[in-house]
């Protein structure tokens, strides 16, 4: 981009914060630039400064200015950028559920980020980037899983798929179920959690909590129903969860809010009191996705169980294929 664009809120991005309508509309822009370019005032929403997480009308006026990126797309990779390992290509092969022409869907391994950081070298934007040095368009992320969450995500294999999924996503065209082993059952056996949720710092990292009083502008709408599908009380229970909205550790932190931590959940108390036969590890999965398919037809994945989530079912006497009412 050159020169400054100028567009129009539509009714169906009412109420959608900027961060988001960016990541929709740019998803090359990451969180840190678009904060920079609000703090200095170049994006600007109906002629006024405006803030990551302010809340969209229909019909205003967003300004976006020009970005500092290489004449290139954004999805075609960059000249240092190696082809895929021997072995990379294999992980991701592993990871593979379903393929067409259009979009991959993965079953990411607990542990594998998704994308990098300061700290974080291996992840699977890393992986995206290696494919995209082979096919000369690099894939790209639709949307996110924490690292120590497995199961379902969606790659789209070019950027109009991935824009076109990307609003399937922030209108909640979407339907996500993912499979937890929590501490306690919670009661009542189902429930919708709507709690809004804003982000904390703390000396192990960032994690969202529920808002308070005065807080309202930084505050993220968060819902989630819940339903309990077989129980060990008092011990433990497993929930399918199916989140509405898609805020950072939602359902992390609305099982931590309700009483009922996720098990393994380092950050929001899911390791107090743990069996030791347990693994050491978050026990949620994104289980299942099913979304229509930008060219017609529906798209509906369920991710096999992990490992270290199947030692647990097992040491409280669930079983999943006992249960096929769960896949809903």
């Known amino acids: 981009m050159s020169e400054v664009k100028r ?14 309508w960016f990541r929709l509309h740019f998803p090359q822009v990451t969180f840190a630039y678009l904060n920079k370019l609000t703090r200095t005032g ?35 990779p960059k000249a240092d950028v190696k082809p895929l390992t021997p072995q990379e290509r294999r992980l991701f092969q ?19 980020a998704v994308q990098g950081g300061s700290k974080t070298h291996h992840h699977l934007d890393g992986l995206l980037m290696g494919l995209g040095a082979e096919l000369k368009e690099r894939p790209l992320l639709v949307h996110r899983l924490d690292r120590d969450t497995s199961g379902v995500i969606v790659i789209a294999k070019r950027r109009a798929v991935a824009a076109a999924l990307g609003k399937l996503f922030a209108t909640r065209g979407v339907k996500k179920t993912y499979w937890a082993l929590v501490r306690g059952v919670p009661k009542p056996a189902q429930g919708r959690i709507e709690v809004a949720l804003i982000k904390a710092k703390g000396p192990e990292g960032d994690r969202m909590r529920a808002s308070q009083a005065g807080e309202e502008e930084d505050e993220q709408r968060a819902v989630t129903f819940y339903s309990v599908i077989d129980k060990a009380p008092p011990v433990a229970a497993w929930v399918s969860l199916k989140p509405v909205t898609g805020r950072q550790h939602q359902l992390r932190a609305h099982m931590a809010h309700i ?16 069996p030791e036969e347990l693994a050491q ?40 294929d006992r249960y096929p009412e769960a896949e809903a």
């Open 7 to 20: 567009h129009v809120v539509t009714a169906d991005e009412d109420g959608m914060r900027l961060d988001r």
């Open 42 to 76: 170049q994006v600007r929403v109906a002629g006024a400064r405006a803030r990551t997480s302010t809340r969209l009308v229909a019909e205003q006026e967003i300004r976006v200015p020009p970005l500092a990126f290489d004449s290139r797309p954004a999805d075609l």
């Open 94 to 112: 592993s990871m593979v559920l379903h393929e067409d022409g259009d979009i991959y869907v993965l079953n990411k391994p607990s542990g594998l």
């Open 259 to 274: 009483g009922t931590p996720i098990l393994g959940d380092e950050k929001y108390g899911g390791q107090e009191g743990m």
């Open 281 to 320: 590890r978050l026990h949620l999965h994104a289980r299942r996705i099913v979304f229509p398919h930008p060219r017609g037809g529906t798209v509906d994945v369920s991710a096999p169980v992990p490992e270290h989530m199947r030692q647990g079912f097992a040491l409280f006497g669930f079983d999943a």
